[in-house]
């Protein structure tokens, strides 16, 4: 037996924000959800204390939405059971009420993202996007004219109002940073007229990283930031006191913002937070008491927390005491939003069970350092004894990492008798600054020797065949699987989707958010062309070690498809082997169910052809570029 394609389709992805609302006969819990099936939307889902589940938003619609390409926090949860949301199609912020959705916001070219309600006011606050410009920006619920809350800084996220409502706090950075690399948290009175006086910087700067803050109260905030090297918690007033780390601890608890509106923290109504924390090896979800320092772990036997916490209560009746939503995943069970108690830890999990394959198809995953670069081994089941066929798997980002969670793509491979090692490289999150900072200008180097160790390290301990040595990955990911092509002779072939293939043509094409990422993974323009000459897979085409498939989406708005098309025209001239496969309605990364299916079928027949395996049960792929 094998895992199918379908299997994988109709589990990829998880919810993705979630939020506990107390009501007087419990707890409701709100989520996003990926519908694969229904072309790949996100809907929204409500939760009610009796155990009931409703899709708070129509067919058709999809909470989604653009801002820094990425998206941001794309719906709210409003008082007495309505929502606001930013919808995918136009862009615009919407309510819905029990009936058709209503626009908020006028139709143009703007982007709405990082929603946040401000207690007791009629309006949702939102970063929106225009033309490469941010602002915080006011909506009045009842579809009122627009008010500008704050111009500040070329990138904003996370406003807060102070729960006296005399100050707006937020978080800024401006190029050439990334939010991982320095921020600025920032707070301004609040006028009367709404909007914000002058700001002071409390917390934060060119080579410190604030990636969250919340009111304490109104003279305090906490904010995780990274002065000592790893995101912790800390204590920041506005008398201009030194800050105080609340958990002085080599983990991390909080993450890169790719998506403005994370949550790794949610302050509880008597004063604790639930907190998500710990390596990209374990996430745990835990109650810290701020004012005692001690941390309780309250996450049971899940491997990994997502960035994404909400606290109800203490609410009274048969959930007395606070309760924690958040999104939880085992090495066998798939993302699901789970609701904890703050006080017993009791554990239920409210998103509806996925049907999953038989426990033995699945592997069981093991953490490894070799030579110091940290990775996740998935051995093949089934295999016959002695070294078989392996694939190096290599995140996006590049400033991720990949967890040790279910994952049925992997399992796909792994059903098969072809190993998978899931490589976090140096510059991945989860092991605080130093590790990331690895990566600093060594972009196309430092991830490209990672993962041929890992791959030698396999071989070397007798498990991995030198011989049947693939690499594959997204996005960054795929950059680095070119990039080993081209400056390694240890993998047999690569699979990389929606790919970059040569950084500088990309730095000039891609969206503001990360048009000088490059400057601190490469180096500055022009200053530095040379490196990027010499990393570049597209220019170092002839030199690849082995085939490479690509696939990409052709409404991909962060990596163009040219970058493809380009590099396997020039695999083409210099008579190496390659397949290119594009997906129309595709963005950066697979939603559809069919394109997951193809692209799985894809990737599988490719492993066969490099590694002189029977694929009988997916259609076969053609190599072309050598006779």
């Not at 519908?35 to 708070?56: I, K, M, T, Y």
């Not at 940290?374 to 990949?402: D, K, N, Q, R, W």
């Not at 000088?516 to 500055?524: H, K, S």
């Amino acid at each position: 037996m094998s895992i199918r394609p379908i299997d994988v389709a109709r589990t990829d992805g998880g919810p993705q924000w979630v939020e506990a609302v107390a009501s007087p006969s419990g707890v409701e819990v709100w989520w996003d959800e990926p519908r694969p099936h229904e072309g790949g939307r996100r809907c929204v889902v409500r939760r009610l204390p009796d155990g009931s589940r409703v899709d708070a938003l129509p067919e058709g619609w999809n909470a989604r939405n653009r801002l820094v390409e990425y998206g941001g926090r794309s719906w709210r949860p409003l008082p007495g059971g309505g929502l606001v949301f930013t919808n995918w199609a136009d862009q615009r912020l919407y309510r819905i009420d029990g009936s058709a959705p209503v626009a908020l916001t006028p139709e143009g070219p703007s982007r709405y993202g990082d929603l946040y309600l401000p207690p007791g006011r009629p309006e949702v606050w939102a970063v929106r996007e225009t033309d490469d410009v941010r602002d915080l920006v006011a909506v009045p619920l009842d579809g009122g004219p627009l008010r500008v809350i704050v111009k500040a800084h070329h990138f904003l996220m996370n406003p807060r109002i102070s729960p006296d409502g005399r100050h707006v706090a937020w978080i800024g950075w401006d190029h050439p940073n990334m939010p991982w690399d320095g921020t600025e948290l920032c707070v301004a009175p609040l006028g009367e007229d709404g909007t914000a006086g002058p700001y002071a910087v409390v917390a934060g700067g060119p080579e410190e990283s604030v990636v969250q803050a919340e009111w304490r109260d109104g003279s305090s905030l906490y904010a995780v930031t990274d002065p000592t090297g790893w995101w912790n918690i800390h204590l920041v007033t506005l008398d201009g006191s030194p800050a105080r780390n609340l958990t002085p601890m080599a983990l991390e608890f909080g993450t890169a913002a790719w998506k403005p509106g994370l949550t790794c923290f949610a302050v509880a109504g008597d004063g604790r937070l639930a907190v998500v924390y710990g390596t990209a090896d374990r996430r745990r979800l835990g109650v810290l008491d701020p004012e005692t320092g001690d941390l309780r772990e309250i996450g049971g036997h899940a491997t990994f927390w997502a960035s994404t916490v909400s606290v109800a209560g203490p609410v009274a009746g048969p959930v007395a005491g606070g309760r924690v939503a958040a999104v939880g995943a085992t090495p066998y069970t798939p993302m699901e939003v789970t609701l904890v108690g703050l006080d017993d830890g009791a554990h239920e999990v409210v998103s509806p069970r996925k049907p999953l394959p038989d426990r033995a198809l699945l592997p069981t995953p093991e953490a490894v350092t070799v030579e110091g670069v940290h990775a996740h081994l998935y051995p093949p089941s089934g295999a016959a004894e002695g070294p078989g066929p392996y694939v190096i798997f290599v995140h996006g980002g590049p400033t991720g990492h990949v967890p040790i969670v279910l994952d049925l793509e992997i399992a796909y491979f792994t059903s098969r008798g072809i190993g998978v090692a899931v490589v976090n490289y140096g510059g991945s999150t989860g092991y605080g600054r130093a590790y990331r900072e690895r990566l600093r200008h060594q972009w196309g180097v430092v991830d490209v020797h990672d993962c041929a160790k890992v791959a030698r390290g396999l071989v070397e301990l007798g498990r991995a065949d030198a011989a049947k040595l693939a690499v594959r990955g997204g996005s960054a990911g795929g950059w680095t699987t070119v990039a080993a092509l081209v400056h390694s002779d240890v993998f047999a072939g690569g699979v990389a989707h929606y790919a970059i293939t040569d950084p500088e043509s990309w730095a000039a094409e891609t969206h503001d958010f990360e048009s000088r990422y490059l400057d601190g993974l490469v180096g500055p323009l022009p200053e530095t062309r040379e490196r990027y000459t010499e990393r570049s897979p597209l220019l170092n085409a002839s030199r690849s070690s082995g085939p490479c498939l690509m696939m990409h989406g052709l409404e991909d708005a962060i990596v163009d498809v040219g970058q493809a098309e380009r590099f396997i025209a020039e695999l083409d001239k210099h008579g190496k082997e390659w397949a290119l496969l594009t997906f129309p309605g595709e963005q950066h990364g697979w939603r559809r169910e069919e394109t997951i299916v193809a692209a799985l079928e894809a990737e599988l027949a490719f492993y066969g052809l490099i590694f002189g395996l029977e694929t009988p049960d997916v259609p076969p792929l053609t190599l072309k570029g050598r006779a």
